[in-house]
Every structure is written in structure tokens, then in C-alpha cells.
């Protein structure tokens, strides 16, 4: 989920990594013949995102002997290390056909690396308490109606549209101005700080509207309710900038360099492999962002559960 990532987090791409060009042959027979050497895995900043990682990576060290570095970016930034050779893998893409059209499109240097199992959603949530005393605030045409309860000191005199990260993927600005909303958005920062954000409101019953997504694992602590926006129909998000219909179902997938793809690394065939369904996602996300969980740790436990499922990753 991402916007325009800066140029100092650009930067940070330009870290010694070997990528998939190090490989070197071996008689592994789970490598076919090659050694993983090392394997670079971008890290959104989201604790689903961070599952995905992790758990490659586990599994990529303990069945294929790879040497795993783990790269906090951003999405797009996460995309420019692909491109040039610093980034191997992302593990969970939201889409962006911007990008596809750049770097797997024109320049050839991104490849699809396949279905994560995983499916997206993003829109406009309220706590469960503004649901049940308001119950028509979850169709959208009702919001102005409410406009008024959701003033900040940050969001002047109309209703505050609280987002998450500023990289996520969002079409908010647009959605607030096509749909004549009295509504401002304000960045809240961060996944951790929207979910303390509905906790805050669902407790002491304060009024919030905001930006937040599935697969999430903080939906089994709290049953948010989305907001009804005018139905996505394909195409109606052709031109952000007339974006007036919510978000589209998003079928996550995965992202390998042209590098690695053609590294003939082990760890190719893993990525390509791995699938994990939300509730599957969300177990593990639990035990990280709620339970305190290593992420390592966390990826352990699940894969040590569930021989089957990361067999089927590597076959």
C-alpha cells in the first residue's frame, strides 16, 4: 500500500547486496544444484507484510541455506531495489499498475511472481459503538450528516478522514473532493497508530473515521464496520484524480527481480511457491503485534504447525 516514497529512503537501496547474482554451484540438492547465497526481501510497513517476510525468510535459512537480509522500504522504493538489483523479492504487492506498467511492462527488469493466497481490501472504517448508535453513517451518502462529530483540532471546520502510513495505496484526497465531502485527511503516521486510534474511540466513545485494510489481525480484537462507498466498477479508478468509487478487491500477489529470477537460486522456486491465506496471515500477525512475538519467532511457531503447507511452498 504506497505512495511516493522520498528520495533519502531512495538512498537506502544503495546497501552491498548480493542478490540472486552470487550464486554459486554446489552439489545442494534441494538448491538443484545451486547455492541460495544470499536473499534480500523487502519489508513494508505493515505487520501482514512483515508475516510474509518473515516466514519466507525463515524457511529460506532453515530448508535452503540462504543468507536472508530483511530492507525496510516502501513500497515504491521496494520496486526501484528490484529494478536495480538491490532487492530481490517483494512478498505482498496492493496492485499498483503504475509501477507494473514501468517496470514490468517497459523495463522487463520487474517479473510477477504469482498469487499470494491472500485477498485485499482497503476502505473507510468506523468503531463498532458509532455503528450501532448511528447505523445509517455506514452508507456514505449519510457522512456530511455526520461531518460535524468528526472535527479535529487538525482537521479545521469539516470532518477528519484519518489515513495510515502516507506510502500506503490510498485515493482518499480524491474520494473526499469527487464525492463533495465535508471531510479532511489527516495522516495518522502508521498501522500502530490508526489501531490505537480505534481503540481510543471505541473506548471512550469518541467519533473516528478512518482509512484501514484486510488482511488485519486487529479485526479478531475489534469488528470495525466499513463504510459503503459507491461500488468499485473496473475502470472507475482509471484517473486518480476522478477516482469517485471505493477501492477494488485486491488479489495480492508477488514481485521477483529479473536478477534473481534468472540467479537460478532455490529461493526462486520459494517465493514463486508461497501462498498463505488471510486467516492463516492474520494468526501469526497476532502473535507479532499483539503478543510481542520476535518475528522470526512468530514465523517459526506457524511453520512448525504447518509442515504441509510450507512443503507445498517448496515443491
Given at each position: 500500500?504506497?505512495?511516493?516514497?522520498?528520495?533519502?529512503?531512495?538512498?537506502?537501496?544503495?546497501?552491498?547486496?548480493?542478490?540472486?547474482?552470487?550464486?554459486?554451484?554446489?552439489?545442494?540438492?534441494?538448491?538443484?544444484?545451486?547455492?541460495?547465497?544470499?536473499?534480500?526481501?523487502?519489508?513494508?510497513?505493515?505487520?501482514?507484510?512483515?508475516?510474509?517476510?518473515?516466514?519466507?525468510?525463515?524457511?529460506?535459512?532453515?530448508?535452503?541455506?540462504?543468507?536472508?537480509?530483511?530492507?525496510?522500504?516502501?513500497?515504491?522504493?521496494?520496486?526501484?531495489?528490484?529494478?536495480?538489483?538491490?532487492?530481490?523479492?517483494?512478498?505482498?504487492?496492493?496492485?499498483?499498475?503504475?509501477?507494473?506498467?514501468?517496470?514490468?511492462?517497459?523495463?522487463?527488469?520487474?517479473?510477477?511472481?504469482?498469487?499470494?493466497?491472500?485477498?485485499?481490501?482497503?476502505?473507510?472504517?468506523?468503531?463498532?459503538?458509532?455503528?450501532?448508535k448511528y447505523p445509517d453513517i455506514t452508507d456514505w451518502k449519510n457522512l456530511n450528516k455526520y461531518a460535524s462529530m468528526f472535527k479535529t483540532s487538525e482537521s479545521g471546520g469539516e470532518?477528519?478522514?484519518?489515513?495510515?502510513?502516507?506510502?500506503?495505496?490510498?485515493?482518499?484526497?480524491?474520494?473526499?473532493?469527487?464525492?463533495?465531502?465535508?471531510?479532511?485527511?489527516?495522516?495518522?503516521?502508521?498501522?500502530?497508530?490508526?489501531?490505537?486510534?480505534?481503540?481510543?474511540?471505541?473506548?471512550?466513545?469518541?467519533?473516528?473515521?478512518?482509512?484501514?485494510?484486510?488482511?488485519?489481525?486487529?479485526?479478531?480484537?475489534?469488528?470495525?464496520?466499513?463504510?459503503?462507498?459507491?461500488?468499485?466498477?473496473?475502470?472507475?479508478?482509471?484517473?486518480?484524480a476522478k477516482v469517485a468509487c471505493d477501492y477494488p478487491p485486491y488479489k495480492l500477489n508477488k514481485l521477483i527481480s529479473k536478477k534473481f529470477a534468472d540467479s537460478g537460486s532455490p529461493?526462486?522456486?520459494?517465493?514463486?511457491?508461497?501462498?498463505?491465506?488471510?486467516?492463516?496471515?492474520?494468526?501469526?500477525?497476532?502473535?507479532?503485534?499483539?503478543?510481542?512475538?520476535?518475528?522470526d519467532e512468530a514465523a517459526k511457531k506457524w511453520i512448525e504447525a504447518n509442515p504441509d503447507k510450507v512443503d507445498a511452498w517448496l515443491n
Open positions: 500500500m504506497l505512495g511516493l516514497a522520498s528520495v533519502a529512503a531512495a538512498a537506502a537501496l544503495l546497501l552491498a547486496a548480493c542478490g540472486g547474482g552470487d550464486i554459486k554451484n554446489n552439489d545442494t540438492s534441494a538448491a538443484g544444484g545451486k547455492d541460495c547465497g544470499e536473499l534480500n526481501i523487502a519489508v513494508n510497513p505493515w505487520t501482514g507484510y512483515v508475516v510474509n517476510a518473515h516466514l519466507v525468510g525463515v524457511v529460506a535459512e532453515e530448508k535452503l541455506g540462504c543468507t536472508v537480509n530483511y530492507q525496510d522500504v516502501k513500497e515504491e522504493v521496494g520496486w526501484q531495489g528490484m529494478s536495480n538489483g538491490t532487492i530481490d523479492t517483494i512478498v505482498e504487492n496492493w496492485g499498483h499498475p503504475d509501477l507494473v506498467k514501468k517496470y514490468i511492462d517497459e523495463q522487463k527488469t520487474v517479473e510477477d511472481a504469482g498469487l499470494t493466497g491472500s485477498d485485499g481490501i482497503i476502505g473507510w472504517y468506523v468503531p463498532p459503538w458509532m455503528a450501532q470532518g477528519q478522514l484519518l489515513d495510515g502510513d502516507p506510502s500506503y495505496v490510498t485515493n482518499d484526497e480524491a474520494l473526499v473532493k469527487n464525492l463533495k465531502l465535508n471531510y479532511k485527511v489527516v495522516v495518522g503516521g502508521s498501522e500502530a497508530a490508526l489501531i490505537q486510534s480505534f481503540r481510543s474511540a471505541e473506548k471512550n466513545k469518541k467519533p473516528l473515521l478512518a482509512y484501514f485494510y484486510e488482511p488485519q489481525w486487529f479485526f479478531s480484537e475489534m469488528k470495525l464496520v466499513k463504510i459503503d462507498l459507491p461500488p468499485y466498477k473496473p475502470g472507475c479508478d482509471s484517473d486518480p529461493a526462486v522456486g520459494l517465493v514463486k511457491g508461497f501462498q498463505i491465506s488471510n486467516e492463516d496471515q492474520n494468526l501469526v500477525a497476532t502473535d507479532i503485534a499483539e503478543k510481542g512475538m520476535d518475528p
